[in-house]
């Protein structure tokens, strides 16, 4: 007999990542029966028990805040038909036309093209830390840089984002326009670049932790930016400083932001009144 389970779809490195974003149908809400609405939180903590990985799978839940969403989901899988039965699992833990979905983004994990390289590391221990090439320290210091990026690169493509309680995303484009484009420039200086706005955003360690996952030819930006925080201030400061910054200022396009507040099931249903 013929098998209908399709070949599994993988990444040759990295994993699938979702946002999803719903408002609720308060009149259709309000006209359930008890037990409805308790089936849906029932349906919904299975879910997040079942997919509880520090990396993938994973079903993380948010409360919208700001009015453009009143819950939101952040799904991590490896596998992407994985990643589409979490989405379809968690619209249907809720009873239908309950929820209405405003906003949703499909991207992956991935690695910089402008992250530095060993010659990198061999130039500034040489030049920077003035050590010989010949040295034991040389030798020393660029195991430590290599093992470093090594662990960068291992977040970055397996990410385990800390449950901190806020989750801000949005979307973003490297601009096109005449004179203002990105892709006309050439590698080395794109990588300059980069390397300045990177600094920026490393002065927001323990404050703010980041994940910028690709989406060309997968959903209508090419980045997804999640920015982890404890507090609204420090996603404020660290978008405003950085709009400052030669990449976002001259190349960089954002679509639309969305704020969200890290919760339990039983504590969303609680914030949420239902």
Known sequence: MQSHTPNPVTLDRGIHVMHLFYTLD??????????????????????????????????????????????????????????GRMHHAVEGAFPPGTLQRTYHYLSVTELSEYASTEEDFKRMIQHQDKLDPASPEFAARLAEMNKKAEEYGNYRLYPEMPDWELMCFYPMNKRRAVGSNWYSLDFEARKKLMGGHARVGRRYAGRVSQLITGSTGLDDWEWGVTLMAHQLDAIKQIVYE?????????????GPFYI???????????????
């Open 242 to 254: 950085m709009r400052f910054d030669e990449v976002s200022a001259e190349y960089a396009e954002f």
């Open 26 to 83: 308060r009149p259709r809400w309000s006209a359930l029966a008890r037990a409805d609405s308790d089936g849906a939180r029932t349906k919904l903590e299975e879910l997040c028990r079942a997919n509880a990985s520090a990396c993938a799978p994973r079903l993380a839940v948010y409360a919208g805040l700001g009015g453009k969403a009143d819950l939101a989901f952040m799904l991590y899988a490896r596998e992407a038909a994985e990643l």
């Open 260 to 274: 969200n507040l890290r919760m339990s099931v039983p504590a969303l249903w609680e914030h949420l009144g239902l």
